[in-house]
């Protein structure tokens, strides 16, 4: 019998790095995790996630299917050899990486790396939010701010790799506010998670509220301060988003992560805000929730992978 020709999909994050065995129409047909060992160091690290992606390469062999090739979405900037170029402190020495190059090396098959949400831009551009779309915009509002700018299936990556990084655009509602990148005044620093929390926190909320979480437990039960944190993060995030339509004209903007799952807290606001700072008909951009969740950079990271999708 012939075997069934399937890619490996990894999403390396922070604290954990999810695994997905993903068929030509982008079905996850299995799945793996491991806690990400942020701190062991660069090349261990890869070498780790390598040994993770070797679990589901040898339950895809007992199965009869062929993994063509390796896909991965990572933390930092990725360059065009799969290797990190800058990241993040969160994860120990992982500037310098040659990531692509040692699961590659590990597994014995064709890897290929990007950042993580160039992935998952790139799986609601195939499956998701931005299916069928000429151009889209993915926005990600969770514990940090990011983005990436699909053009006819390709991320948009930039002269450096850096493009899709709007969470480090100034914000008039962030000025003098340190951001997680060394700088200050950007959108990150008030409208991504932890900006809620530390801005609750700050008006002088409940400084027993452990996270983000309790901030939007304590909104939906009326606290005044936690509303007002939210409110703030979204009027922040909805004259982002204007901006980026009237810089970009995207076909359809999609909005993902954990902030946007705050609901009526933070969407009314975010698309009022939005009609404010759009132009002409940019205010008639179409504005989606991301549809696909976890599975987004496990499909988009085997996008990239040569003659393997089929859309």
């Known amino acids: ?3 069934v020709k399937i890619a490996l999909g990894i999403d390396l994050g922070g604290t954990k790095t ?13 799945r793996h ?14 070498r780790h996630t390598a040994a993770g992606a070797a679990v589901l390469i040898e339950r895809a062999r007992s199965r009869n299917l062929q993994v063509v090739g390796i896909g991965i979405g990572s933390a930092g900037v990725i360059g065009a050899q799969g290797q990190v170029i800058t990241a993040a402190n969160v994860i120990k020495g992982w ?8 699961v590659r090396e590990e597994t014995g098959l064709p890897t290929f790396a990007m950042n993580d949400v160039h992935a998952h831009a790139l799986g609601e551009d195939w499956l998701g939010a931005g299916a069928g779309a000429e151009t889209s915009l993915m926005v990600a509002f969770g514990t940090g701010v990011g983005g990436g700018m699909i053009i006819g299936g390709q ?10 990084h709007v969470g480090h655009f100034s914000s008039p509602y962030a000025q003098g506010v340190p951001c997680t990148c060394g700088g200050e005044g950007h959108l990150e620093a008030v409208a991504a998670g932890p900006a809620i929390y530390q801005r609750y926190l700050k008006l002088g909320g409940e400084q027993s509220s452990p996270d983000t979480k309790d901030v939007a437990l304590r909104a939906r039960n009326g606290d005044r301060l936690a509303i007002e944190a939210i409110e703030y993060a979204a009027r922040a995030a909805g004259l982002a988003l204007g901006d980026l339509a009237n810089i970009l ?26 009609k404010k700072a759009a132009l002409g008909h940019a205010k008639e951009t179409v504005i989606r929730r991301a549809q696909l969740g976890a599975d987004a950079p496990l499909l988009g990271a085997v996008t990239v992978i040569p003659d393997f999708v089929r859309k």
């Open 1 to 3: 019998m012939a075997l």
């Open 155 to 164: 991320v948009m990556k930039g002269a450096h790799y850096l493009a899709g």
């Open 249 to 274: 004209d995207p076909h359809v903007l999609v909005v993902s992560g954990g902030v946007a799952n705050l609901g009526d807290l933070w969407w009314p606001i975010v698309e009022a805000e939005f």
């Open 33 to 46: 995790e491991i806690p990400t060992q942020a701190s062991a160091g660069g090349e261990k690290l890869a």
């Open 18 to 30: 999810a695994f997905g065995l993903v068929d030509a129409a982008g079905q996850v047909i299995d």
């Open 95 to 102: 500037s310098g990486v040659p990531l692509a190059g040692i």
